[in-house]
């Protein structure tokens, strides 16, 4: 049916910058949310930032000020542009359509750490 793939997670320094990247096979409601996922080691899953149906931008947390959503329709892609990354941003970070009850990807790895 509908598909997430994410990809561009790695390691990296605390103040680096990764951009991760979302495509998307299948389509979903239109009213579903598109956004993105954290869960740390041992944690739960937390928003870090999402598109709104009418295309507004929700940040949240530690993201804001440092992270960046963008997509792109046309491709079906959704990206996150991630700078100054801290250990505490270490995890798995999931894509995601339609919010914890909606469609999850597999994930993709970022490591944080000296």
């Known amino acids: 049916q509908v598909k997430l793939v994410e990809s561009g997670g790695g390691s990296v320094q605390p103040g680096g910058s990764l951009r991760l990247s979302c495509v998307q096979s299948?389509?979903?409601?239109?009213?579903?949310?598109a956004g993105w996922f954290h869960q740390a080691p041992g944690g739960q899953r937390e928003p870090v930032a999402r598109?709104?149906?009418?295309?507004?931008?929700d940040y949240f947390g530690s993201a804001k000020g440092r992270f960046t959503i963008s997509r792109d329709i046309a491709r079906n892609m959704m990206f996150l542009q991630m700078n100054s990354l801290i250990p505490a941003d270490t995890g798995v970070y999931y894509c995601?359509?339609?919010?914890?009850?909606?469609?999850w990807g597999q994930g993709t790895q970022v490591t944080v750490s000296a």
């Open positions: 598109f709104r149906p009418d295309g507004a931008i």
């Open positions: 995601n359509r339609g919010g914890i009850h909606g469609v």
């Open positions: 299948g389509s979903v409601p239109d009213n579903y949310n």
